[in-house]
Every structure is written in C-alpha cells, then in structure tokens.
C-alpha cells in the first residue's frame, strides 16, 4: 500500500531551464510534506517542506507547491544547475515515521 | 556540528547468518529511525526509537531489531537474513516534536546478502 507516488522515474532538463518534480499521496491527514535530495554514496539530504495549512513555500531556487485537492506536490527549481543533478525524493509525514517515494533521477544537462 | 555516521559501509553476508549496524546521531538530536531502501525504491520505515525506547515500527518482522543507548547511538541488528535482505540501510536522527519531522540521514551501510 504506497502512500506516495512519483511516477516519473527520470528527468532531464537543460542547465539554466525550470526543472518540475512530481509526487501525488494518497492520504488527506499528512501533516508535513517533504523534499529529499540524494547524492550517489550520501544519504538523503532534506531540501524544502511545506504544511499541510499552505500551499506554497519558497527557498531560493527551490519552490514546492501544495494542491491539497488534487493530493499532489511538486518542487520547482529554477534555474537548474548541473550540481542538481541527483534522486529527488518526496516524503510525507507518519505517526513518527516518514513514507518516501520512489524517487525521481534529475539530470541537469550543460 | 557532526552529523549522522555510520559503520560499516559495505559488508557481505550469506543467508542465515545475522548483522549488527551502527550508527551515531547528529550532536544535539533525541530520536534514531532507520529505513531500508531496495534498488530502485524509496526508504522504507523499519523503526524509530526515543528514549532507548522503540517507538513506532514499520512493516518488518521481528527479526529485526534495535537499540539506542544513552548517547542517542544506535545499532540495527538483524537476524537469519535472507536474501531480500539486501540492501542499503539508512540511519536518521532527528528532534523528538521539532515539527515537521525533518531527519538528518547518514551515508548508508550496503548490505549484501548471498
């Protein structure tokens, strides 16, 4: 039983270009919505998040957006840069636990 | 501020034998989780603990098991491993009712069962 979805499993977009992620949940009653980013041999760095009360949060480059009717979330990045290129992971927040997606490999191309 | 480490980076097993992870949690944090993550998927929940206490557990048998000890430091052990058992085990910690539950993960310790 997947609580999160990224079905895109690859990305690739051209350095300078707005680079757009997906993700789409099942539950309504998530609390906090989360981005991940991870390296080849890192683990998961955290990115941006958003609650579940808005439904926009910027940070520089990255923005995520929130359509809580749609139980979907995405995270722009714009301008893309080749160091962001990496698996983007989308996380929503359990009891005390986090469900991750499957993950979306970006590669931003020179 | 040091973050989340972990030992060892890679091992190999062989079906039934049984693995003992370590990790130490970022300075400063409470709460130890750890997660599986299989090829080509996300990080799956094994368990969470607080005050050298588990506190909350995802769907995985009790063959696995943990602990947390004083100095929020933890270990992931599990035993009679199979072969599905393979694959990068990642620890987290993190600040008990610091809202949005954001972890900080370590690098990961690659388990490969044969």
């Known amino acids: 039983d997947q609580q999160v979805k990224q079905n895109s499993p690859s990305l690739s977009v051209q350095e300078g270009r707005i680079s757009i992620l997906n993700c789409d949940y099942t539950?309504?009653?998530?609390?906090?919505f989360l981005w991940y980013k991870k390296y080849p041999a890192e683990g998961p760095t955290f990115l941006i998040s958003?609650?579940?009360?808005?439904d926009k949060n910027e940070d520089g480059r990255f923005t995520v957006f929130l359509n809580k009717s749609a139980k979907h979330l995405s995270l722009h990045i714009v301008p893309s840069q080749p160091g962001d290129s990496a698996v983007y992971f989308c996380?929503?927040?359990?009891?005390?636990?986090?469900?991750f997606g499957t993950g979306t490999r970006l590669t931003v191309i020179p | 501020e040091t973050g989340v480490t972990q030992s060892p980076t890679h091992l190999i097993k062989t079906r039934g034998q049984q693995v003992t992870l370590r990790c130490s949690s970022q300075?400063?944090?409470?709460?130890v989780s750890w997660y599986q993550q299989a090829l080509g998927q996300g990080p799956q929940f094994i368990f969470q603990?607080?005050?050298?206490?588990?506190?909350g557990r995802g769907n995985f048998p009790p063959r696995f098991s943990g602990l947390q000890f004083p100095n929020y430091s933890s270990e992931l052990n599990v035993n009679a491993l199979e072969l599905d058992d393979s694959a990068l085990y990642l620890c987290?910690?993190?600040?008990?009712?610091?809202?949005?539950?954001?972890?900080?993960f370590g690098a990961g310790s690659r388990l490969t069962v044969l």
């Open positions: 987290a910690s993190s600040l008990m009712h610091s809202g949005a539950n954001v972890l900080t």
């Open positions: 539950n309504s009653m998530f609390d906090y």
């Open positions: 958003i609650s579940s009360i808005k």
């Open positions: 996380a929503v927040t359990g009891a005390n636990n986090l469900f």
């Open positions: 300075s400063g944090h409470n709460t």
């Open positions: 603990y607080y005050r050298e206490e588990e506190n």
